[in-house]
């Protein structure tokens, strides 16, 4: 088989990738839930100060996303994860009611189009981090700019500022969290099925 043969088989999903990837989804889908519940809670004192500041906690609902890529490492994952995680959420009953779906599919994409950018071959920290941003990225600028947006009401700078929040959130609650969690994985030794299965030993920012 050629390297080229390899490198493309190395990119197609095998029935493990999907049932794990769902199981991610799965249990995405109920942080999501509980993530809103909590949101909830909090949000409201954040209004009170400043509604801008929501933004920082944002990152917990693109967890999927950048977790399900680090784990998987093939096209599509953070898509996928992240797109089913939402559909969990509306089926467990979202207040947010379906726009979940398009909120999940589009920080999906802003995590998919980091890990593209690097050819689905650099999984470290930094990059990790960037596919948080990414999935913020997208979120702050469906809240803002969407229809649905539930803050579209807001002035252009704190529309600026509730963005850069969710890139920070994203970056930090998901892209950190979940380098960190599948570190922790590989070790345990569950990921011995998938390229991920050394990521404790890999280089942080190489």
Do not use: H
């Not at 089913?84 to 959420?89: I, N, R, S």
């Amino acid at each position: 088989m050629t390297t080229a043969s390899l490198k493309k088989a190395s990119y197609n999903w095998r029935v493990v990738d999907i049932v794990v990837a769902a199981l991610i989804a799965i249990a995405g889908g109920v942080i999501f839930w509980a993530w809103s519940q909590g949101a909830a809670l909090v949000s409201a004192p954040m209004n009170a100060t400043y509604p801008p500041l929501t933004g920082l906690i944002a990152g917990g609902w693109m967890i999927p996303a950048v977790l399900g890529m680090l784990i998987i490492r093939k096209p599509g994952a953070a898509l996928f994860c992240e797109a089913v995680a939402a559909t969990g959420e509306l089926i467990m009953g979202s207040q947010y009611g379906t726009t979940v779906l398009i909120s999940g599919l589009l920080q999906g994409l802003g995590a998919e189009l980091v890990f593209a950018a690097f050819a689905y071959k650099k999984f470290n920290l930094p990059v990790s981090l960037l596919a948080g941003a990414g999935a913020g990225l997208f979120c702050g600028l469906n809240d803002s700019f969407a229809p649905w947006g539930w803050n579209i009401a807001y002035e252009a700078g704190d529309k600026a500022v509730y963005i850069v929040f969710c890139a920070i959130s994203g970056a930090i609650i998901a892209g950190a969290l979940s380098w960190i969690a599948t570190r922790g994985l590989a070790r345990t030794g569950v990921l011995s099925s998938f390229a991920s299965r050394k990521a404790f030993s890999e280089p942080v920012f190489s």
